[in-house]
């Protein structure tokens, strides 16, 4: 199995830097292969622009998904975006590692997916959901919290994760793959910012790198989440029923 995980979080020695260098070494030991692409390496750029297509449909005006759909058909992607392309291709299984930020993942890897999910190459009208590029792939966020797992949950003081990932998710989907539930961190506190005392954290969260890997070893026996697909809508995508 060939495994990319997508990282995104500014320190390397991070707790989500941890997490990413753990699955590698767990998916290696189970006889798998990995791919890393850290987006904060400055070899990657999230930010969709002009910049990127030196041969443009139209000059004077920048439409993205008119760009995307020209450098397909010319063979003339941004080769950032073609390596990145390249590694979801080969990939059984995509890791998304990342910190929850304002009830989110980081503007990077909305980034990421802004520029690398190509409008005409990877999704078309009718190449999306169950007919999706990426269909008989599997997908997986992980993803850290500063507060604890008590603080999470519908009504709870640090939102609700179904409707918080929700859009990382139907994205997931709406590529074709199969999404499965979230490996959240909770808990991982920035340096001098824990109210725990300090071998206790760092046991707890020692413990948690452990699941983590035992998680990824077991993830055959794991179902994806449910999403709506094209029987379930009409033609103008409304809900049947």
Do not use: C
């Amino acid at each position: 199995m060939h495994t990319h995980i997508v990282h995104a979080h500014p320190e390397p020695k991070s707790y989500n830097g941890a997490l990413t260098r753990a699955a590698e070494k767990a998916l290696i030991q189970h006889g798998g292969s990995v791919t890393i692409n850290d987006l904060y390496n400055p070899a990657f750029d999230p930010v969709e622009g002009s910049q990127h297509y030196a041969s443009r449909v139209a000059g004077d005006y920048f439409a993205p998904l008119a760009e995307q759909r020209h450098a397909w058909r010319t063979d003339s992607l941004p080769k950032d975006v073609l390596t990145e392309i390249g590694n979801l291709k080969q990939a059984d299984l995509v890791i998304l590692q990342f910190p929850l930020w304002w009830h989110s993942a980081p503007a990077v890897l909305k980034g990421w997916m802004d520029r690398v999910f190509v409008s005409g190459g990877l999704y078309t009208s009718q190449m999306r959901y169950g007919t999706g590029y990426f269909r008989g792939r599997r997908a997986l966020v992980s993803v850290t919290t500063g507060a604890p797992r008590a603080a999470f949950g519908p009504g709870s003081r640090g939102g609700d994760f179904e409707t918080m990932l929700w859009p990382i998710h139907y994205s997931l989907h709406y590529m074709g793959f199969s999404v499965l539930p979230p490996f959240v961190s909770y808990g991982v506190q920035g340096h001098g910012y824990s109210y725990e005392d300090q071998s206790i954290v760092e046991e707890r969260l020692r413990g948690n790198l452990g699941a983590w890997a035992s998680h990824l070893a077991a993830l055959d026996e794991v179902e994806p989440l449910r999403f709506p697909d094209w029987s379930d809508w009409d033609e103008n995508g409304g809900a049947v029923g």
